[in-house]
């Protein structure tokens, strides 16, 4: 039979592990919330700016498509609307963000968050 009686005074001595610093325990998050940022935000944050630019910069004659798939003439620009001609005396007045590009162009904004 084995005799443990004196291992337990040497467990006893043995100085307990110094935990790691509060650094160390926070690296990995923030390299995990700096790759979320870098991948995801950033490129949306692009592509917002992109869409506000062009809807900005749309004027009067311009040749458009809605998100609805609607092609139509910017016949007159409102402060957060457009009226676009659609045919001859058809027109119609419709959000500046359902723009979603000029005609004959590829589109600003995809087909999937185009329309709601």
Do not use: C, W
């Not at 291992?7 to 110094?18: D, G, I, S």
């Not at 790759?35 to 944050?45: E, G």
């Not at 798939?69 to 058809?90: C, F, M, N, P």
Request: net charge positive; hydrophobic share 50%.
């Amino acid at each position: 039979m084995l005799n443990l009686i004196p291992a337990v005074p040497l467990l006893a001595m043995q100085t307990p592990a110094a935990a790691p610093s509060i650094l160390v325990q926070i690296f990995p998050f923030a390299v995990m919330l700096l790759i979320f940022y870098v991948i995801l935000v950033l490129p949306a944050r692009r592509k917002q700016k992109k869409v506000a630019e062009f809807q900005a910069s749309l004027k009067g004659g311009d040749k458009v498509i809605t998100s609805g798939g609607i092609y139509g003439s910017v016949s007159r620009l409102g402060e957060g609307t457009i009226q676009i001609q659609i045919a001859d005396k058809v027109k119609i007045e419709i959000s500046r963000a359902a723009i979603s590009g000029l005609q004959g162009q590829t589109p600003v904004m995809p087909e999937s968050e185009g329309t709601a």
